[in-house]
């Protein structure tokens, strides 16, 4: 239900995309056999004619909510007693706290079961950094004079309440686990290593969309001051345990991971097979010299490592290396 621009948003978003059987997985794992994933279809036209489109406002909705979009509606296949039917998803990705939210929740619930007339899954994740001490409600009553009219609730996720524990230990099976492990609860003081924990954590994931998704998302959910940046890059090159942290890091700082970013980027418009396409293509193009430059000149690499990673022989690495020396 929001418009932005903001890219933290659409990192979260794009990773929901990617990884909606994991996300599932890590939070509701009692429900992961009854999905079925393949089904999935993302229906995000559909939902901002919903809000937009003259007669299918919502009653009661301000002006300003009118114009505001959820963040997902996915239409999806589910086995309720056994039997294959159909549900929606309504995700939403909160960034602070908001007065009445669950009452916008409700809102939407309506509009798109109205809409829609199928069941309605509702999910709020807040990703915001604040430890709360008054907690945003999961449910909505309506009553009057005393008897209650409805009761609405949907679930929400609050990834600061969640001790960084627990998330590690699913790290090994789940890689979002590592991709949220920035936004859990944990002493201010370990930012450094929760940072390095975390990339170490999706390390694993082949060099791809998928992975530069989640690095990104890593990479904006804790941004380290230069006083904790400095730990950590000293963490990564001493500590033997993160030596994939130290690869990872290297090939995001060149750019190439972010060419794929920008496929998955435009995949939510365009479709996430050919965004992915043009993603890697652009990726590529953007020049392989000037990535292996960068590579030679932060000196984290060997020349096989950077041969590897660009795709440029020995030969000509030593060429650009000589024309760095006599530059």
């Keep these: 239900m929001k418009k932005t621009g903001n890219r933290f948003d659409i990192r979260h978003k794009e990773t929901l995309m990617l990884f909606l059987r994991e996300y599932f997985e890590l939070f509701f794992p009692e429900l992961v056999e009854k999905i079925q994933f393949e089904t999935a279809e993302f229906l995000d036209k559909e939902l901002i004619a919903l809000f937009e489109e003259a007669g299918e406002k919502i009653p009661g909705l301000s002006e300003k909510d009118q114009q505001r979009i959820t963040d997902a509606l996915i239409l999806i296949g589910i086995l309720i007693a056994d039997k294959a039917e159909q549900i929606l998803i309504h995700w939403e990705q909160q960034t602070e706290k908001e007065k009445d939210f669950e009452k916008r929740m409700f809102h939407c619930f309506c509009g798109i079961h109205f809409k829609f007339r199928k069941p309605v899954f509702p999910v709020a994740m807040f990703t915001d950094s604040a430890k709360w001490r008054i907690p945003v409600k999961d449910t909505y009553r309506l ?184 530059d």
């Design 143 to 326: 009553d009057l004079f005393g008897y209650p009219v409805c009761e609405f609730s949907y679930r929400l996720i609050k990834l600061k309440h969640i001790p960084a524990e627990e998330f590690e230990k699913k790290i090994p099976e789940n890689p979002l686990a590592a991709a949220y492990l920035p936004l859990t609860g944990y002493p201010k003081k370990e930012r450094p290593v929760i940072k390095a924990k975390a990339l170490n954590g999706i390390a694993k994931v082949p060099q791809g969309p998928r992975r530069s998704v989640l690095y990104s998302l890593i990479d904006q959910s804790l941004q380290l001051n230069p006083e904790e940046e400095k730990t950590f890059r000293e963490l990564i090159q001493k500590n033997p345990m993160f030596q994939e942290v130290k690869m990872l890091q290297s090939i995001e700082e060149v750019g190439m991971e972010k060419g794929m970013e920008i496929g998955v980027e435009k995949g939510i418009g365009i479709g996430v097979e050919k965004g992915i396409g043009i993603g890697v293509e652009k990726g590529i193009g953007i020049g392989l010299e000037k990535t292996a430059v960068n590579l030679l000149l932060s000196r984290l690499l060997n020349k096989e490592q950077i041969s590897e990673i660009t795709g440029l022989d020995r030969e000509k690495l030593d060429e650009l290396e000589k024309r760095l020396k006599t």
